[in-house]
């Protein structure tokens, strides 16, 4: 099931750097029928949507729908080893990201801002769309930076973060 996951030395999960953009590009496919269909069907797909940044927020990138079938389909073509890995932390967050701004969408769905509702799945729809396409992960990068910020207060409180 898992077998083919690899830990770094600390014991953290390491990830193919394809796999976030083929997860990006079935999400973008998703939320796009969803924005496109609307409705009770639309508001399904983006409850899916949700269901899969939920698994990968809470269970790990290795449970998610997504990264299951990049590895299904990585194994089926024999697309060999990562060009490069990275971490899960940042693409994890990102996932968090997505579940969060999701969970506001259907929230808004229930309480009747159908307008503002779908505003938010755009939102989301489009940074997928940017990691899909370009590799640029704007969660990931947020994540970064928080680490960055993280490490120069505790630079800064004489090491105790």
Avoid: H, N
Avoid at 18 to 42: E, K, N
Avoid at 65 to 70: A, H, I
């Amino acid at each position: 099931m898992t077998q083919d996951l690899v830990r770094d030395a600390d014991g953290g999960l390491v990830i193919d750097v394809r796999g976030p953009r083929f997860g990006a590009a079935i999400t973008s496919t998703v939320l796009g029928a969803a924005l496109i269909v609307q409705g009770p069907v639309g508001i399904g797909l983006v409850a899916w949507q949700w269901l899969a940044f939920a698994i990968a927020t809470f269970a790990g990138l290795a449970w998610s729908p997504y990264g299951r079938l990049f590895r299904s389909v990585k194994r089926r073509f024999d697309l060999g080893a990562p060009p490069a890995t990275e971490p899960e932390g940042p693409p994890r967050f990102a996932q968090f990201c997505g579940f969060a701004v999701a969970s506001v969408a259907l929230v808004l769905f229930a309480v009747g801002a159908t307008t503002a509702a779908w505003i938010a799945v755009a939102v989301v729809l489009t940074l997928s769309l940017l990691l899909a396409l370009t590799g640029l992960c704007v969660g990931c990068e947020v994540y970064l930076v928080g680490e960055r910020l993280r490490a120069r207060v505790g630079a800064a409180d004489g090491g105790e973060a």
